[in-house]
């Protein structure tokens, strides 16, 4: 919402500058996004809050100044001059749906002369970035952004039957709004209309049918008040926003659209001449009811921390516009005034007292707290898992959870992904079943700008139509060590993305079991594994990689988290070994296709005590063996807990190793 300076003048004194002026309205909770001097005006745009309509004009922005400064709000002053013609002699309006229409005011000008506005009403509007368009069509504009009430309005003579009816839209009905536009309305929707069709969208939208053109000569003038959740549903289904819908889904005042009606007449009568038929037409079946809130004096303190003064408190009401219609011992009830419709409550006032005393006058205390806390379910797992992920050097992403249903089926077909009903945008429609596209859209990111050499992880939730689980997905590419002056540059390979896979399982105490199931088509076929349904990791396949422009290779890991942390087994504490271990290595021959997890799996199952550990530490493919072999060597550590081991009887345990290992692989030990 961008206000100016000098035209906030013309509502209340001011006296201080632009730049003063911006803190104290931050002070109060309006926030300035930019300011930017003009010539000699200053342009504030302000970050104005859902629940503060109020505040989208100039007008309410001058009575928080007022409030600020203690200083008197300035109204309007202007003329009527009106002829002895009634208005309702020549047109009638009706609403048929006052739940949805409050209030509706017509002025009816006969006689006006279209052209451009005269310069002082153009440079204003420019200077707000409104694009000016014709007299009639800126006064309307510019009543608005000074009293913040939205108006149209229509060429008469082309509105059938000489009247308005408020109603809902017909099935099936249709109308070409201002640009140019067809909408197809359904019967959810509010219009405005004449005798035989709709001419406006109802706070949203005129119609091009009824515009103001050069030809005009009698206006028929809009000024009324619309449900805002009406306003809201029906600007979101045909995807249209304005100035007027923007106003009028927060919640425009009820009281203005007569006062509107009649500056915005008296302007026009000004700049495009005219006659104003005698008194407003206004259309008013069920008045405001005075809305009271009551404040208790110890609330003030149990709230805000510290007491405030009973004639802080009067002067605040009071300035603001609220009509202090009881006070007693116990604290005070105002009405509320008709322009802030965000006030209902205790606590809405008592936000009313800290803002305009000043919240820095209040300590900042902690409440205090007589409760207890407890981690998250599985928080103390995902903390130790996100201290080992950085460790190993992988940093956290952390994206949205929307994505594209043709994406997601891409990387998971079968799953059936959960659609928002109200998307924010096309590519986010959906949640996400998956967490690779959106780690692999990051990856894309860094490197179209220049940041190759990637470790990320992201933990978070993926979701499908009646469930949700959490994962997480580890992803690597580039170096995984920069070339230097000791060491050449070494790429990011699969068995770096094994390496980090098994550290993880084994800070879990979960084994490393791999499965026959297949991978997904968007790994690669010979560069990846599957551990059951805990991990799946490997190289992506290349040619989705090709989809998202990448060239260098990329790993990733996919883990069920959940099934993570229930298959941890607790770390038991060893007392340290007494007695030494010895170790054996043993050669093997073996036939090509046998794997080491056969070969281990042959010598646990001699079932040996004494067997304290196994594992490889050399291959080689070729040498004086026969082709058909490879050589393996493993080694064997034995150690007893009540006894030193001898060398017999280590002979003995190496024996039975090897009947095994030939028995059930036919190996052969190496000579």
Request: glycine share 6%.
């Given at each position: 919402?961008?206000?100016?300076?000098?035209?906030?003048?013309?509502?209340?004194?001011?006296?201080?500058?632009?730049?003063?002026?911006?803190?104290?309205?931050?002070?109060v909770g309006l926030a300035?996004?930019?300011?930017?001097?003009?010539?000699?005006?200053?342009?504030?745009?302000?970050?104005?809050?859902?629940?503060?309509?109020?505040?989208?004009?100039?007008?309410?922005?001058?009575?928080?100044?007022?409030?600020?400064?203690?200083?008197?709000?300035?109204?309007?002053?202007?003329?009527?001059?009106?002829?002895?013609?009634?208005?309702?002699?020549?047109?009638?309006?009706?609403?048929?749906?006052?739940?949805?229409?409050?209030?509706?005011?017509?002025?009816?000008?006969?006689?006006?002369?279209?052209?451009?506005?005269?310069?002082?009403?153009?440079?204003?509007?420019?200077?707000?970035?409104?694009?000016?368009?014709?007299?009639?069509?800126?006064?309307?504009?510019?009543?608005?952004?000074?009293?913040?009430?939205?108006?149209?309005?229509?060429?008469?003579?082309?509105?059938?039957?000489?009247?308005?009816?408020?109603?809902?839209?017909?099935?099936?009905?249709?109308?070409?709004?201002?640009?140019?536009?067809?909408?197809?309305?359904?019967?959810?929707?509010?219009?405005?209309?004449?005798?035989?069709?709709?001419?406006?969208?109802?706070?949203?939208?005129?119609?091009?049918?009824?515009?103001?053109?050069?030809?005009?000569?009698?206006?028929?003038?809009?000024?009324?008040?619309?449900?805002?959740?009406?306003?809201?549903?029906?600007?979101?289904?045909?995807?249209?926003?304005?100035?007027?819908?923007?106003?009028?889904?927060?919640?425009?005042?009820?009281?203005?659209?007569?006062?509107?009606?009649?500056?915005?007449?008296?302007?026009?009568?000004?700049?495009?001449?005219?006659?104003?038929?005698?008194?407003?037409?206004?259309?008013?079946?069920?008045?405001?009811?005075?809305?009271?809130?009551?404040?208790?004096?110890?609330?003030?303190?149990?709230?805000?921390?510290?007491?405030?003064?009973?004639?802080?408190?009067?002067?605040?009401?009071?300035?603001?516009?609220?009509?202090?219609?009881?006070?007693?011992?116990?604290?005070?009830?105002?009405?509320?005034?008709?322009?802030?419709?965000?006030?209902?409550?205790?606590?809405?006032?008592?936000?009313?007292?800290?803002?305009?005393?000043?919240?820095?006058?209040?300590?900042?205390?902690?409440?205090?707290?007589?409760?207890?806390?407890?981690?998250?379910?599985?928080?103390?797992?995902?903390?130790?898992?996100?201290?080992?992920?950085?460790?190993?050097?992988?940093?956290?992403?952390?994206?949205?959870?929307?994505?594209?249903?043709?994406?997601?089926?891409?990387?998971?077909?079968?799953?059936?992904?959960?659609?928002?009903?109200?998307?924010?945008?096309?590519?986010?429609?959906?949640?996400?079943?998956?967490?690779?596209?959106?780690?692999?859209?990051?990856?894309?990111?860094?490197?179209?700008?220049?940041?190759?050499?990637?470790?990320?992880?992201?933990?978070?939730?993926?979701?499908?139509?009646?469930?949700?689980?959490?994962?997480?997905i580890i992803a690597a590419?580039?170096?995984?060590?920069?070339?230097?002056?000791?060491?050449?540059?070494?790429?990011?390979?699969?068995?770096?993305?094994?390496?980090?896979?098994?550290?993880?399982?084994?800070?879990?105490?979960?084994?490393?079991?791999?499965?026959?199931?297949?991978?997904?088509?968007?790994?690669?076929?010979?560069?990846?594994?599957?551990?059951?349904?805990?991990?799946?990791?490997?190289?992506?396949?290349?040619?989705?990689?090709?989809?998202?422009?990448?060239?260098?290779?990329?790993?990733?890991?996919?883990?069920?988290?959940?099934?993570?942390?229930?298959?941890?087994?607790?770390?038991?504490?060893?007392?340290?070994?007494?007695?030494?271990?010895?170790?054996?290595?043993?050669?093997?021959?073996?036939?090509?296709?046998?794997?080491?997890?056969?070969?281990?799996?042959?010598?646990?199952?001699?079932?040996?005590?004494?067997?304290?550990?196994?594992?490889?530490?050399?291959?080689?493919?070729?040498?004086?063996?026969?082709?058909?072999?490879?050589?393996?060597?493993?080694?064997?550590?034995?150690?007893?807990?009540?006894?030193?081991?001898?060398?017999?009887?280590?002979?003995?345990?190496d024996r039975r190793i090897?009947?095994?290992?030939?028995?059930?692989?036919?190996?052969?030990?190496?000579?």
């Amino acid at each position: 919402m961008k206000v100016g300076y000098r035209w906030l003048q013309e509502f209340v004194d001011i006296p201080e500058t632009p730049q003063q002026l911006a803190d104290r309205f931050t002070n109060v909770g309006l926030a300035v996004d930019a300011l930017e001097i003009a010539g000699s005006d200053a342009i504030f745009e302000l970050d104005v809050a859902t629940n503060r309509p109020d505040c989208l004009s100039h007008l309410g922005v001058a009575r928080e100044i007022a409030a600020i400064y203690g200083s008197e709000l300035r109204t309007p002053k202007f003329q009527l001059r009106e002829a002895e013609h009634r208005a309702a002699d020549v047109f009638s309006i009706s609403i048929s749906d006052p739940d949805l229409c409050a209030r509706y005011c017509g002025r009816y000008i006969a006689g006006v002369k279209i052209g451009p506005s005269p310069d002082w009403l153009k440079a204003r509007l420019e200077l707000l970035g409104v694009r000016p368009i014709n007299n009639v069509a800126d006064v309307t504009n510019y009543v608005m952004l000074g009293l913040g009430q939205p108006l149209h309005a229509f060429d008469a003579d082309t509105l059938a039957g000489q009247q308005i009816i408020v109603r809902r839209a017909d099935l099936d009905e249709k109308m070409t709004t201002l640009d140019e536009v067809e909408r197809q309305l359904d019967p959810s929707m509010l219009v405005i209309a004449d005798a035989k069709r709709a001419v406006a969208v109802a706070g949203v939208m005129g119609g091009a049918e009824t515009e103001i053109s050069s030809a005009t000569k009698n206006v028929l003038l809009e000024s009324a008040n619309f449900d805002p959740l009406s306003i809201r549903k029906t600007s979101r289904a045909l995807g249209l926003t304005t100035e007027a819908s923007y106003r009028f889904e927060r919640g425009a005042d009820v009281e203005m659209a007569r006062f509107a009606c009649d500056r915005a007449a008296a302007l026009i009568e000004e700049v495009a001449g005219g006659t104003i038929f005698r008194d407003v037409i206004d259309v008013y079946p069920r008045r405001r009811t005075p809305v009271t809130a009551t404040l208790r004096r110890q609330k003030i303190q149990g709230f805000l921390g510290v007491p405030v003064e009973d004639a802080i408190v009067e002067g605040i009401f009071q300035r603001l516009g609220f009509n202090i219609t009881k006070h007693s011992h116990d604290g005070w009830t105002v009405e509320v005034p008709s322009h802030r419709v965000d006030i209902s409550r205790e606590e809405d006032l008592l936000d009313e007292i800290a803002r305009h005393h000043g919240f820095d006058r209040f300590p900042s205390t902690l409440p205090k707290w007589s409760g207890f806390g407890s981690h998250l379910p599985f928080e103390s797992d995902e903390r130790f898992l996100r201290s080992r992920l950085a460790a190993a050097g992988y940093s956290e992403t952390i994206p949205m959870a929307f994505s594209d249903e043709s994406t997601e089926r891409k990387f998971r077909p079968q799953i059936e992904p959960v659609k928002l009903i109200n998307p924010m945008a096309e590519n986010e429609a959906v949640l996400r079943t998956s967490l690779t596209p959106s780690m692999l859209r990051t990856i894309q990111w860094n490197t179209y700008h220049g940041i190759r050499d990637l470790q990320l992880y992201e933990l978070g939730k993926v979701y499908w139509d009646g469930g949700e689980t959490r994962s997480l997905i580890i992803a690597a590419t580039g170096s995984l060590r920069p070339k230097s002056v000791h060491e050449a540059e070494r790429e990011f390979g699969f068995y770096d993305i094994k390496g980090d896979v098994e550290d993880l399982l084994r800070s879990f105490n979960v084994a490393m079991q791999s499965a026959v199931n297949s991978v997904p088509a968007y790994y690669h076929p010979g560069r990846s594994v599957r551990l059951g349904d805990l991990v799946v990791f490997g190289e992506l396949h290349p040619d989705y990689a090709r989809d998202y422009k990448m060239r260098n290779r990329i790993y990733i890991a996919e883990f069920d988290v959940q099934l993570l942390f229930e298959s941890r087994m607790r770390g038991s504490i060893e007392a340290v070994p007494r007695f030494p271990s010895i170790r054996r290595d043993l050669s093997l021959l073996l036939s090509k296709g046998i794997k080491y997890a056969e070969v281990e799996q042959a010598v646990r199952s001699v079932a040996i005590p004494e067997l304290a550990g196994v594992e490889p530490f050399d291959r080689l493919e070729s040498g004086s063996f026969p082709e058909s072999k490879y050589a393996l060597a493993i080694s064997l550590t034995y150690q007893s807990e009540d006894r030193t081991l001898t060398d017999d009887e280590v002979d003995v345990f190496d024996r039975r190793i090897l009947e095994s290992l030939t028995e059930r692989l036919g190996a052969e030990l190496r000579q």
